[in-house]
C-alpha cells in the first residue's frame, strides 16, 4: 500500500470560519488542512443576509489568509428576494444556506416554511445558484428527535427538487443512510456533502462528550457505515464537506447546554486519509475531496503549483488550538492520526 500520496490541494465545501478573534485563529488552518477552497457558511451573529454583508465578510477573510478561495454564501430569510439573488449572482456569490429554525448553531433566524421562498428559489434556478439545505425538521413537532430530524426532513427535499428540477441543492452534512438513499433517488443536481467526523462518530461517541456533539448528531453504526460507503463508492453526488464550526472551550463545556459543532479544519484531509485507508480506498480520496465537489460547483483543479503530500507517518492532534477565550479543542485532540500533512507552500 502507498505511503505516500501528493495531489494538488482539496475543497471544503462547508466551512465556518466565524468573525473577529475566532476568524484569525481558524482562518491560517484552511491550507494546513490541505485545502484551497473553503465554502463558507452565513450563520455569523447576526447571520449574513445583504450582498453588502457577504462582501465585506469575503474582504475579512482575506485580510487573514488571501490565497484561499473563499466561495460565498447567504443566509435564507424574507430578506432574501429574487431582486436579491440576481444581485448575489453578479457580485459572485455562490450559493444561499438554508437554516431551519431553531435546529442548530445560530438558527434563530431560520426558516419555519418553505412556501414563502419559492420566488427565491426560482430565482435562483434562473440564476443557477446553489441551495444549501440543512436537512432536520425542526423539533416543535413532538415525534420530531434528534435522531429522526433528517429522515423527516427527506420528504421536503424531494418536493423542492420536484418544484425546480435544475436548482441545484446539496443536503448538507448528511448522516444517514436514509439520507444517502434520498440523494441516489434525486436527479444528477442534487449532491450531499458528508464530513469527516461523520464518517468516524456514531451516537454513543456524542452521548457524554459534548466535543463529539454537533447538529445533525452521529447517528447508527449501520448509518456510519452508508456514509462510508457513499464517500468512497467514487458516486460524484457525494463529496466532502468538512462542516468545521469551531467552538470556544467554554461554549462546548455547558453540559446539556454544550454548543453543537465539531473543529475539524486543521487535520481535515489526515481524518479522511485514516478512513478511506481502512476502507482499502484510498484511492478514491482525490475524488471525495476534491474533484466531485469542484465537478457540482464547477471550480477548476488547483494549478497554482502547491501540492499537498500526506505521508504515513504518526502525529498526535493538539489537546487545544488557540489561547485564552478563543480556545478550540480539535475533533480527536490527543489521539494519533497516521497520515500527516505537509504542503508545499512557504
Ligand atoms: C454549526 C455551527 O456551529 O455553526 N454547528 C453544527 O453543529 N454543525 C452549524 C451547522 O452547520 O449546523
Ligand atoms: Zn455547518
Keep these: 500500500m502507498s505511503s505516500e500520496i501528493t495531489i494538488p490541494p482539496i475543497a471544503d465545501f462547508h466551512v465556518h470560519v466565524r468573525d473577529g478573534d475566532m476568524m484569525r485563529l481558524v482562518v491560517p488552518t484552511i491550507r494546513q488542512g490541505g485545502v484551497s477552497v473553503a465554502y463558507i457558511m452565513p450563520n455569523l451573529v447576526p447571520p449574513l ?15 487573514v489568509d488571501p490565497e484561499v478561495n473563499y466561495l460565498m454564501t447567504l443566509y435564507l430569510s424574507p430578506a432574501i428576494t429574487p431582486p436579491v439573488i440576481r444581485a448575489a449572482k453578479k457580485a459572485g456569490i455562490t450559493g444561499v444556506k438554508c437554516y431551519p429554525h431553531g435546529v442548530t448553531t445560530n438558527s434563530d433566524h431560520g426558516v419555519q416554511s418553505y412556501e414563502p421562498f419559492y420566488p427565491t428559489f426560482a430565482a435562483m434556478e434562473e440564476e443557477d445558484m446553489v441551495l444549501n439545505l440543512h436537512g432536520e425538521c425542526p423539533s416543535r413537532d413532538p415525534d420530531i428527535h434528534l435522531l429522526n430530524a433528517e429522515e423527516s426532513f427527506l420528504p421536503t427535499l424531494f418536493d423542492i427538487h420536484k418544484r425546480f428540477p435544475k436548482l441545484r441543492i446539496v443536503l448538507e ?8 438513499e434520498a440523494v441516489l433517488k434525486c436527479g ?9 467526523h461523520h464518517l468516524y462518530l456514531t ?18 453504526p449501520s ?3 452508508a456514509l462510508i460507503e457513499a464517500a468512497t463508492s467514487g458516486n460524484k453526488k457525494f463529496f466532502f464537506g468538512s462542516d468545521s464550526a469551531p467552538h470556544p472551550l467554554s461554549a462546548k463545556e455547558k453540559g446539556r447546554n454544550a454548543a453543537a459543532g465539531v473543529y475539524t479544519q ?20 482525490e475524488d471525495f475531496a476534491s474533484k466531485f465537489g469542484r465537478t457540482f460547483y464547477r471550480i477548476p483543479e488547483d494549478r497554482s503549483g502547491w501540492l499537498v503530500t500526506l505521508k504515513k507517518e504518526q502525529s498526535v492532534v493538539p489537546m487545544t488550538i488557540g489561547e485564552g477565550v478563543t480556545t478550540v479543542v480539535p475533533f480527536l485532540a490527543g489521539e494519533t492520526l497516521h497520515w500527516k500533512i505537509y504542503n508545499n507552500f512557504a
Design 266 to 285: 486543521s487535520h481535515a484531509l489526515a481524518y479522511l486519509a485514516e478512513i478511506f485507508e481502512k476502507a482499502g480506498k484510498l484511492e478514491k480520496l
Design 223 to 225: 448509518d456510519r457505515q
Design 173 to 180: 452534512h448528511c448522516t444517514s443512510k436514509a439520507a444517502v
Design 49 to 63: 443576509t445583504t450582498v453588502d454583508d457577504v462582501l465585506n465578510y469575503k474582504e475579512r477573510l482575506k485580510d
Design 188 to 196: 444528477d443536481s442534487v449532491a450531499a456533502t458528508i464530513t469527516a
Design 203 to 220: 451516537l454513543d461517541n456524542w452521548a457524554g462528550n459534548s466535543h463529539n456533539f454537533c447538529k445533525p448528531v452521529a447517528k447508527l
